[in-house]
């Protein structure tokens, strides 16, 4: 009996030792199972938070973390570029082009961002000419050319007429916008109108737009250009090379400007020039020049 008595409090302490054990298992084993589910930097930290708000920011840091490679990375890049760009600007004249021909795109794509929901007030209409020639008349002072207008008296002041001008690139603009008559639309190849917001602001001012590979096409295009011409008092502004030259030489002209000429009558084509050299290099002074108008008989 004594012996079962003093049986029975040693099976009670083994039973209670082992339940201790699995006890002390089990709790080891939940604190693992929440520290894997723990963040890297939630584990640095010792524990999740109360706030799901910190929490996240948490969760953000340790997938940071997990790519710790990628800042430092950038950090070098953007060095790298800031020493970079003010080398080749300086040492590189192809390179200091390629930047300004770069900026000028991509400001005249933002202007037209700002352009197109004041054009659009108005809609499609040549009217809105003014606004683009108006917003980028200041381009020249960024890049510091000076442009002389020589003969602008030649455009008569109230009739239409085809004006065509030399092609050498699309800084021709600039010089366009310094002698472009009112109520005057250029012809543009059809691919401008996809130039994102600058096609939108170009479509919104009434350029015409022909497809240079369908010819037939283009002179459909053309011979409504005509009598629009003459009932609407519309001035048409050709680039008669069809497409920029840049090596000092005249291309061909194409024949269209002349035809319109002639479809809408007494309407003369008028002969402008931008000089060569300067604005092809970004710099320096234009020189602009407005012939008299050719003989109006076809
Ligand atoms: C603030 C925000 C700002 C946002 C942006 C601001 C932008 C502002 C606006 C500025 C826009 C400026 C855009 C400038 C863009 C300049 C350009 O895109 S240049 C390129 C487009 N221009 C041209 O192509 C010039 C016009 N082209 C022609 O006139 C051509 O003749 C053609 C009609 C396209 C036909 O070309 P092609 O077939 O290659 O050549 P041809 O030998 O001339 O003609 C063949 C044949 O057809 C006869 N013909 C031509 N035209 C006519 C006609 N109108 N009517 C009847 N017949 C015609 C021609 O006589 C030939 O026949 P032939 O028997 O051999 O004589
Ligand atoms: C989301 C799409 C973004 C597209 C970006 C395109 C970048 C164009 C950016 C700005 C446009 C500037 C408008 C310049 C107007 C002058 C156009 C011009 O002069 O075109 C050349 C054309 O005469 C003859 O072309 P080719 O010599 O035949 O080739």
């Known amino acids: 009996m004594g012996k079962g008595r003093n049986t029975a409090p040693r099976d009670t302490q083994a039973v209670c030792a082992e339940r201790e054990l699995e006890e002390k298992k089990d709790a080891a084993g939940a604190r693992e199972g929440q520290r894997r589910r723990q963040s890297p930097a939630e ?3 010792g524990g999740a938070t109360k706030s799901p708000l910190v929490d996240a920011a948490k969760r953000c840091v340790a997938r940071m973390e997990l790519w710790p490679g990628i800042w430092p990375v950038l950090l070098l890049l953007f060095l790298l570029l800031l020493f970079l760009l003010p080398t080749l600007w300086f ?3 192809s390179a200091k082009y390629f930047f300004k021909m770069a900026f000028y795109n991509g400001w005249i794509l933002f202007l037209a961002v700002l352009a197109i929901p004041v054009c659009a007030v108005r809609g499609r209409n040549v009217e809105n000419m003014k606004i683009l020639r108006l917003m980028l008349l200041h381009i020249k002072y960024l890049y510091g050319i000076r442009v002389e207008v020589r ?4 455009f008569p002041p109230s009739q239409p007429y085809v004006v065509v001008s030399n092609h050498q690139s699309s800084l021709d603009l600039l010089g366009m916008m310094e002698v472009l008559p009112g109520r005057c639309v250029p012809i543009a190849k059809r691919e401008l109108l996809w130039a994102g ?4 602001a170009c479509w919104l001012a009434g350029v015409i737009f022909i497809d240079r ?4 096409d283009a002179i459909s295009v053309m ?15 050709v680039f008669p090379e069809g497409t920029r030259n840049h090596n000092g030489s005249m ?9 319109l000429a002639v479809q809408a009558q007494s309407c003369p084509p008028i002969k402008t020039s931008i000089a060569r050299r300067s604005v092809a290099s970004l710099r320096g002074d234009v ?12």
């Open 43 to 45: 584990r640095s930290r």
């Open 91 to 93: 040492c590189s004249p």
């Open 151 to 154: 003969g602008a008296h030649h």
């Open 197 to 200: 917001s600058a096609g939108l």
């Open 213 to 216: 590979k369908r010819t037939g």
């Open 223 to 237: 011979s409504e250009v005509a009598q629009t011409l003459l009932t609407q008092d519309v001035r048409v502004w």
């Open 251 to 259: 291309l061909p002209f194409k024949r269209g400007a002349f035809h």
């Open 287 to 298: 020189r602009y020049g407005c012939c008299p108008q050719c003989p109006q008989k076809g």
